[in-house]
Every structure is written in structure tokens, then in C-alpha cells.
């Protein structure tokens, strides 16, 4: 069983910061990439940020200069600092991560149960 579970959501005013955090625990072998997605309401899904298992990164284009992701290899874990928050960034974050179990042959994916942010004044 593998689980990714989430933290750090919260309401926040526009300008403001949050850090995101999310920890995969388990019978992991190996993790390939981690990232975040976020979902407002009435809207798809959508990539926010990817770390590569070899250190690159990748963000949308709306984030871009104003969220950081990061990892902990050891701990599994990853990070998402959000900095010069706006209105349009309330959604609920998703943690997603591509692993490897002790016996599988390929990867996975794994999503954790989501953060609510909301930007508010």
C-alpha cells in the first residue's frame, strides 16, 4: 500500500505565501517524478509543477516565477512554495507521484487526497 498525504493548505490573503508538502510512505522501491496539480471549481485539472527524478523541474506557465518545487529524496517527499498568491490560484491541491512498489515491473501512479487553498482578502 502506498500513500501520498498532503499538507500546509490554508486561507491566505492575495500577496501572501504557503508552503505545500506532501510525503509518500509505503513498500516504495523507487520514485520517479513528484509534482502538484490543482483543481478550482468547474474547472479540469491541471499541472501546477513537476520535479524530475533527475532534478529538472517544470511548472505552468501561470506559476512561473511565483511557486518553487523542491524534493527530499530520502523522505520521499516534496514541496511546493507558493509565493505572491492570487484570487485565481484557490483550488484544491493535488499531490502526484510515478513509483515504483518492492515487486512491481513498471510504474505507477499515485495521487494524494488534496489540499484546499484558498486566496481571499
Known amino acids: 500500500q502506498v500513500q501520498l498525504v498532503e499538507s500546509g493548505g490554508g486561507l491566505v490573503q492575495p500577496g501572501g505565501s504557503l508552503e505545500l508538502s506532501c510525503a509518500a510512505s509505503g513498500s516504495i522501491f523507487t520514485v520517479s517524478t513528484m509534482g502538484w496539480y490543482r483543481q478550482a471549481p468547474g474547472k479540469q485539472r491541471e499541472l501546477v509543477a513537476t520535479?524530475?527524478?533527475?532534478?529538472?523541474?517544470n511548472y505552468a506557465d501561470s506559476v512561473k516565477g511565483r511557486f518553487t518545487i523542491s524534493r527530499d529524496n530520502a523522505k520521499n517527499t516534496v514541496f511546493l512554495r507558493m509565493n505572491s498568491l492570487k484570487p485565481e490560484d484557490t483550488a484544491v491541491y493535488y499531490c502526484h507521484g510515478e513509483l515504483k512498489r518492492c515487486w512491481d515491473d513498471a510504474y505507477n501512479h499515485y495521487w494524494g487526497q488534496g489540499t484546499q487553498v484558498t486566496v481571499s482578502s
Open positions: 520535479h524530475f527524478s533527475g532534478g529538472s523541474e
